[in-house]
């Protein structure tokens, strides 16, 4: 098929798509796959030719595989983007300091700043807030406040919320609700994170 066919036939699935009611999902439990199944969320959108914005809570760095591979899709004219706005998964550590609670609430102030502008910007048509239940069980974000946000996007905005531990506000305001549950874990066995697997 010529490029300009796929191109308008692309932009006709996404008005379509568009015009639907957006769905709220959410991808919690202990089990792996989580923000996996997210990405694989979004690769399906973009696809379809949907506008997809993934914005990760807690995770900063440059260490995942998906940045690069999305910022390969994008350079190629596809309409995604991921952008890290944490500071690390510090939280598994004990002895978190004061400071740096402090600095993964400013980390997390700027993320939802930024959600917030984007979730209202009509600009996207998937956005997936990747580690959300996490910042909200840590008391980075309040319930209240993402509850509220998801109450007034824009109807036909699709959103996908990662993370352990999703609080019942959330679950009640979700469509699609999946808990990853661990049946066996290659850590608990004292394999270190792959790459490519596990970032
Ligand atoms: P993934 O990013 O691989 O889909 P996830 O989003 O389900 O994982 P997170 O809670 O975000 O899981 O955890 C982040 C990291 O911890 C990932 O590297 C993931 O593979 C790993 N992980 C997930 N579940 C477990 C588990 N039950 N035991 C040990 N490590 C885990
Ligand atoms: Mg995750």
Request: glycine fraction near 8%.
């Amino acid at each position: 098929m010529a490029v300009v066919d796929t191109q308008a036939k692309n932009q006709t699935m996404a008005t379509q798509a568009a015009k639907s009611e957006g769905l709220i999902l959410v991808n919690t439990g202990n089990g792996k796959g989580k923000t996996t199944a997210a990405l694989g969320v979004a690769l399906r959108a973009v696809g379809n030719g949907l506008r997809v914005l993934i914005l990760q809570f807690i995770k900063g760095g440059s260490t995942y595989g998906e940045l690069k591979a999305i910022k390969a899709l994008q350079e190629a004219g596809l309409p995604i983007e991921i952008r890290p706005m944490g500071k690390g998964f510090i939280f598994h550590n004990k002895e978190t300091s004061e400071a740096d609670l402090m600095a993964h609430k400013a980390a997390a102030d700027t993320a939802w700043q930024m959600l917030t502008e984007e979730v209202m910007s009509n600009h996207w048509d998937l956005i997936i807030f990747d580690e959300i239940n996490y910042a909200i069980k840590f008391g980075l974000l309040p319930v209240e406040q993402v509850v509220a946000l998801l109450d007034k996007k824009p109807a036909p905005l699709h959103v996908v919320l990662t993370g352990r531990d999703a609080q019942p506000e959330i679950i009640a305001k979700a469509h699609t609700v999946t808990e990853m549950k661990v049946i066996k874990h290659a850590y608990e066995q004292g394999i270190k994170a792959a790459r490519g697997i596990e970032f």
